[in-house]
């Protein structure tokens, strides 16, 4: 199942808690998509999967889905979306890439979340907005952390295809940063690299572009490609061989 913790990007485009649709109705979608995402957080090389997608939201506000797990949203306040999850954290294995071994596995955890997105009103011709973003409970002792800021810009390019953009920052704390970036002195025997230890701080900024296709009522296509530039200390870590790792998803959706 598509995971929102397996592919550090934006996917506000698929909506906050399970298909978009009018308010006091329930609505579902379904559907593929084909992402090409890197093999772990830095890696310089990337990989192709193919995977399913479900998503479910309740009039009553209450969602499950395949990118941020099980929780609750409403809108207080016109153009206020706020709401709360389970999640869960990425995880990594020596498996993955061959720049892993020694560095043993990295589970997933479970992770809560809370966030807010706010409309901000019409800038340039298209809808701009505000949006939150935090987490708690990932690596290994389960108290990493994660706060993502980001701006976002939508705009038609036709009547049935719509454009977004959309630009990011990550903060994580020195027990992500660690458990991600790090490397213990148990590891370093195991794998050769030096022992490098984190704090917290900013982990990256990301660019994101997606074109949503609307074929018909219930069918949506959609393309998104993302860059992430690894920041500070991030940036410095011996595993990371590339400071920009890029993803691009391609997927089709059904509404329900």
């Known amino acids: 199942m598509l995971a929102l913790a397996a592919t550090p990007t934006a996917w506000a485009q698929f909506g906050d808690g399970g298909g978009d649709g009018p308010p006091g109705v329930d609505v579902g979608q379904i ?4 992402l090409s995402t890197p093999r772990y957080m830095g890696a310089d090389q990337n990989r192709l999967r193919a995977l ?3 998503s479910y939201r309740w009039a009553n506000g209450w969602f499950i889905d395949g990118l941020n797990g099980v929780g609750y ?10 709401g709360a999850h389970v999640g869960v954290s990425p995880d990594r294995e020596e498996s993955d890439d061959p720049a892993l071994d020694g560095m043993g596995k990295v589970n997933r955890e479970a ?3 809370i966030f807010a997105q706010q409309r901000l009103g019409v800038w340039l011709g ?9 987490r708690y409970g990932s690596g290994e002792d389960r108290h990493g952390g994660q706060a993502e800021l980001g701006l976002g810009w939508g705009t038609r390019i036709g009547e049935r295809s719509l ?4 630009l990011a920052a990550n903060w994580a704390n020195q027990a992500y940063m660690q458990t991600y970036f790090g490397v213990t002195r148990a590891q370093s025997a195991s794998s050769g690299y030096e022992e490098y230890e984190t704090r917290g701080g900013l982990r990256d900024v ?6 949503i296709q609307l074929f018909s009522p219930t069918v949506t296509g959609l393309l998104t490609v993302s860059q992430t530039h690894w920041q500070g200390e991030a940036a410095d870590s011996p595993l990371v061989r590339d400071t920009r790792n890029t993803l691009a998803i391609a997927a089709v959706l059904y509404r329900f």
Not at 31 to 34: D, F, L, S
Not at 73 to 82: T, V
Not at 126 to 134: C, D, E, F, T
Not at 163 to 166: E, K, S, Y
């Open 163 to 166: 454009m977004n953009l959309g």
């Open 52 to 54: 399913p997608y479900f």
């Open 126 to 134: 298209g809808n701009l907005s505000v949006r939150s973003h935090l």
């Open 31 to 34: 559907g593929a998509a084909v």
């Open 111 to 113: 992770e809560p979340g």
């Open 73 to 82: 949203a409403g809108s207080p306040a016109p153009g206020l979306r706020l």
């Open 206 to 211: 990301r660019l994101s572009l997606t074109f």
